[in-house]
Antibody, heavy 122, light 107 residues
Framework: EVQLVESGGGLVQPGGSLRLACAAS????????MSWVRQAPGKGLEWVSG??????????ADAVKGRFVISRDNSENTFTLYLQMNSLRAEDTAVYYC?????????????WGQGTMVTVSS | DIQMTQSPSSLSASVGDRVTITCRAS??????LAWYQQKPGKAPKLLIY???TLQSGVPPRFSGSGSGTDFTLTISSLQPEDLATYYC?????????FGQGTKVESK
């Protein structure tokens, strides 16, 4: 079964850090680009970051550039996408979804995880 | 950056109605346009990619059209399970922006 499972969310103070992980299974992880998308409570979808299949190319929304770092581990038996979030702000509070793209560098998001909640509050 | 604008923001329709949602890109994106459906508390689901190609398993009552800057999602005969929020997305170039969403409610 094709599956993405996020973990690492939680409550963090403003200025703090958090690392999200997304474990992939059921498909050849190293063949596809991946992305993170977030959704603040009651709001729409906001694209956050993306990474090519090889990990050589990364993309960021302006709102997180310089604070978030996307990475991936394509090692066999360790197919995982990461999002290192630093200098967190209240406006980063959201459900964070990881998603698989249909292509190696871009494409529609055809598989989504269930999401992990990140709350930034003192 | 490419901005995506959906209209309307919400609509009310009855079962069996034909529903149309539009999405406009601030610059041409060819056919690099996807549509997603999201139900409360659930992850989004891909409906259409390439502006008009139906994702596997999606009912044929859903269809997409358009190219360049103007796109449309049509539900030919609304079903109760179609009550949800719909988003368009540009994936021609990063940032891969989403529209603000269209909530389809029951009349």
């Amino acid at each position: 079964e094709v599956q993405l499972v996020e973990s690492g969310g939680g409550l963090v103070q403003p200025g703090g850090s958090l690392r999200l992980a997304c474990a992939a299974s059921g498909f050849t992880f190293s063949n596809y680009a991946m992305s993170w998308v977030r959704q603040a409570p009651g709001k729409g979808l906001e694209w956050v970051s993306g990474i090519s299949s090889s990990g050589d190319t990364t993309y960021y929304a302006d709102a997180v550039k310089g604070r978030f770092v996307i990475s991936r581990d394509n090692s066999e038996n360790t197919f995982t996408l990461y999002l290192q979030m630093n200098s967190l702000r209240a406006e980063d509070t959201a459900v964070y979804y990881c998603a698989k793209l249909r292509g190696s560098d871009r494409g529609a998001f055809d598989i989504w995880g269930q999401g992990t909640m990140v709350t930034v509050s003192s | 950056d490419i901005q995506m604008t959906q209209s309307p923001s919400s609509l009310s329709a009855s079962v069996g109605d034909r529903v149309t949602i539009t999405c406009r890109a601030s610059q041409g994106i060819s056919n690099y346009l996807a549509w997603y459906q999201q139900k409360p508390g659930k992850a989004p689901k891909l409906l259409i990619y390439g502006a008009y190609t139906l994702q596997s398993g999606v009912p044929p009552r859903f269809s997409g059209s358009g190219s360049g800057t103007d796109f449309t999602l049509t539900i030919s005969s609304l079903q109760p399970e179609d009550l949800a929020t719909y988003y368009c997305q540009n994936y021609r170039s990063a940032p891969w922006t989403f529209g603000q969403g269209t909530k389809v409610e029951s009349k």
